[in-house]
């Protein structure tokens, strides 16, 4: 506190309004298979659309129905953390290779023609047998151009044209750093072998063939420049080596491993799965899209020259600071010459190690008149392929606690996890590891369910106590249920009815219970576990399947059908054995969220000191917690005590505060009894 040692007027401002945080009841925890997405990562999904984009569709290919079930929760709750299991060793990235190629280009000449009279040329650039301008591109350098005290006839048209090759069809470069500076090109705006570059140079602006001007040289594949000539026709190149040992690529990859990332045609004509896409633009950029199932989604604008707009900055090369959604890019270079390592630029000759290979298909090292000084990406649809999943087994789901993978990676407070599910995986060691997580963590209740194809409620039943070949140790916790049959629903993706696992439509029906009630209500019954989805269970239980699921020492949730008021679930038991008030699921969600609230509220009080002032603090926060749960119909009673009966002289030493909160919770109607008497006419009522 502060000390006030001279006249004057003070104020302490001092905040007395700790209040309890509100937790979100209906975060689900989902974990299984995908065909894409990230991997060993909790990822937030907050609607259907989101959960296809990122991950992708369902399919009966992918074990378990980690999709189908979010799919169907995320209708009654916007807050998912979803979790794709892959087998890191064996999972591969799509890919697609796009292929680089030069612009056709040729040499000005050294000779200065611009020092006393014009230089006249025609430039035409032909794409796929198309010629890019109506007439002839005409351009005149006027007489007396130069670059400093150097008349530099290169120089000139850089100016006039556009330089870097910034004209929609042909630009020019100037080499600045060459004897004399007036060495230079004219190139086309486009790349590769469909691309012819022509042009014829004048000394008068008749363009007569008399006035033809032996202004232009043509360079090899070898570099080397020819004879100079008047008119000149140049073809560009794919830098692919198709007979010898070297070739150059840009590979685009998956941004995840997943065959969902594989583009294939599907069987209603319909394409599924990504493409990469460059189409031409003439000048330095080029523009690349990222295709899915067969749309463009996202659009790139890249140069392999421009500072800024170079490939690896337009496009992330890993994992972080993600530019696209779906891809990555990196160079490749594969070759018996492991000495190539600078890659080529746009404005940058290509390293010796290509010069005089078959670049242009030509074993031999060509002859023709090709120069792949100024590289692009060619234009075309790369399909995505290669891309594996991995194995999807068990052992992935499971996971590691130790990296925090598979179930393990639901191990983590700030997700706020409050229901987690393996959707379609009835495996004992993987609904164990749920089970055991949601125990040690007491953040979640795990929802799991027997395998489909049981026949008869007593194999349900021997399922869960441990006594079936499918499991061999019962299920008693009460941070767990069950819920079964397994019910048929119309796939609308498959286009088919398929038997989804129960435990999908216990967490949903859980999220509107949340939304139509409190967290603390049954969801179950007529009111809030009515199912309107699924048409019908795989098995129909009556009256007395219902007691013995429900009784005797069994923990099995009914999933029933009713003749007029349809499916719904009809029991609300946690898998605890014992009969407390937590053998329901109702108070054990209600526990759940109680304890959130009060790590979240109270963490403040951490190291303050541990006296009357504190306690008092502390029941201040957690009396309006639980006013408000008994307001809203989850407690019939409750006490808070925090003094020093709980604080006592050794747990004070020990650095340790107690509070002790005692809990009545409203019980549910589960069992709703009325007795009928009758009586004689002369009885009085």
């Known amino acids: 506190m502060a000390n006030f040692v001279s006249p004057g007027v003070y104020v302490i401002e001092k905040d007395l309004s700790d209040y309890p945080v509100a937790i979100n009841p209906s975060v689900v925890g989902m974990v299984g298979f995908a065909n894409q997405g990230p991997i060993n990562k909790a990822t937030l999904i907050t609607s259907q659309e989101g959960l296809v984009q990122v991950f992708g569709n369902p399919s009966e290919s992918i074990n ?82 130069s670059i400093g005290s150097t008349s530099a006839q290169a120089y000139a048209i850089k100016s006039i044209v556009g330089g870097s090759l910034d004209g929609a069809g042909v630009g020019s470069y100037f080499d600045d750093t060459t004897a004399g500076k007036t060495k230079g090109w004219v190139a086309a705006g486009f790349a590769g072998s469909s691309v012819v570059l022509t042009a014829s140079a004048y000394g008068a602006s008749t363009r007569l063939i008399t006035d033809g001007l032996s202004a232009l040289r043509p360079v090899d594949v070898s570099g080397n420049s020819g004879n100079q000539v008047s008119s000149i026709s140049v073809t560009g190149c794919d830098i692919v080596s198709t007979g010898a040992t ?108 290509f010069i005089g290979e078959a670049i242009d298909g030509d074993a031999g090292g060509g002859t023709s008149a090709v120069n792949p000084r100024f590289c692009k990406f060619t ?169 013995s699921m429900y009784s005797g020492g069994n923990v099995v949730n009914p999933i029933v059908n009713f003749p007029q008021q349809g499916l719904m679930i009809f029991g609300q038991r946690t898998a605890q054995r014992n009969p407390t008030a937590l053998d329901r699921v109702n108070v054990r969600r209600m526990l759940i969220i109680i304890r959130k609230q009060l790590l979240a509220s109270t963490r403040r009080f951490v190291f303050e000191p541990n006296d009357a002032t504190t306690w008092e603090k502390v029941i201040n926060v957690v009396n309006p917690l639980l006013d408000d749960i008994a307001r809203r119909r989850g407690l019939v009673d409750y006490k808070v005590v925090c003094d020093e009966t709980t ?31 009758l009586t004689n006419q002369s009885a009085t009522l």
Do not use: H
């Open 246 to 353: 070297r070739s150059l690529a840009y590979s685009v990859q998956s941004l995840y491993p997943g065959i969902g990332y594989n583009e294939g045609a599907n069987v209603d004509g319909t394409t599924s799965g990504f493409s990469t896409q460059v189409l031409r633009t003439g000048g330095i950029n080029t523009n690349v899209s990222i295709n899915k199932d067969g749309a463009a989604e996202e659009s790139f604008r890249m140069s392999l020259a421009a500072s800024g707009s170079f490939a690896e900055d337009v496009l992330n090369t890993g994992g972080t600071s993600l530019k696209s959604q779906y891809v990555k890019g990196y160079f490749t270079y594969q070759g018996s010459d492991a000495g190539v390592t600078a890659m080529p630029t746009f404005q940058s000759q290509l390293s010796s190690n």
């Open 647 to 677: 604080n006592t002289p050794v747990r004070v030493d020990r650095n340790e505060l107690w509070c002790k909160v005692l809990l009545k919770p409203t019980k549910t109607a589960e069992i709703v009894v009325f007795e009928l008497n």
């Open 64 to 145: 378990g129905q980690a999709l189908e079930g979010s799919l169907e929760i995320l209708e009654t709750t916007n807050s998912m953390y979803f979790i794709r299991c892959s087998d890191a060793a064996g999972a591969k990235d799509a890919s697609s290779t796009v292929v680089i190629g030069s612009c056709p280009s040729f040499e000005l000449s050294a000779n200065d023609y611009g020092t006393t009279s014009s230089l006249y040329l025609d430039v035409q650039v032909n794409v796929d047998g198309v010629n890019f301008y109506p007439t002839p591109k005409q351009f005149n350098i006027p007489a007396g151009t």
């Open 379 to 547: 234009e075309g649809t790369y399909t995505l392929a290669g891309g594996d999943n991995g194995a999807q087994t068990k052992t992935q789901v499971i996971g590691t606690a130790s990296d925090k993978t598979g179930i393990y990676a639901l191990d983590d407070d700030t997700l706020n996890i409050s229901m987690g599910c393996v959707a379609g995986n009835s495996d004992q060691d993987v609904q164990g590891t749920l089970i055991s997580l949601a125990e040690t963590s007491q953040n979640f209740l795990a929802v799991v369910s027997p395998p489909e194809g049981l026949t008869s409620v007593q194999q349900a039943i021997d399922w869960s106590n441990g006594q079936s070949d499918e499991r061999t140790a019962a299920i008693a916790s009460n941070y767990a249920a069950i819920y079964w049959p397994w019910v048929k629903t119309f796939d609308v993706i498959a286009q088919k009815d398929r038997y989804y696992d129960p435990a999908i439509f216990a967490i949903r029906q859980m999220a509107y219970t949340d939304d139509v009630g409190e967290p603390w209500f049954a969801p179950a019954g007529v009111i809030r576990g009515r199912l309107t989805k699924p048409s019908e269970v795989e098995i129909s239980v009556n009256q007395g399947d219902r007691d």
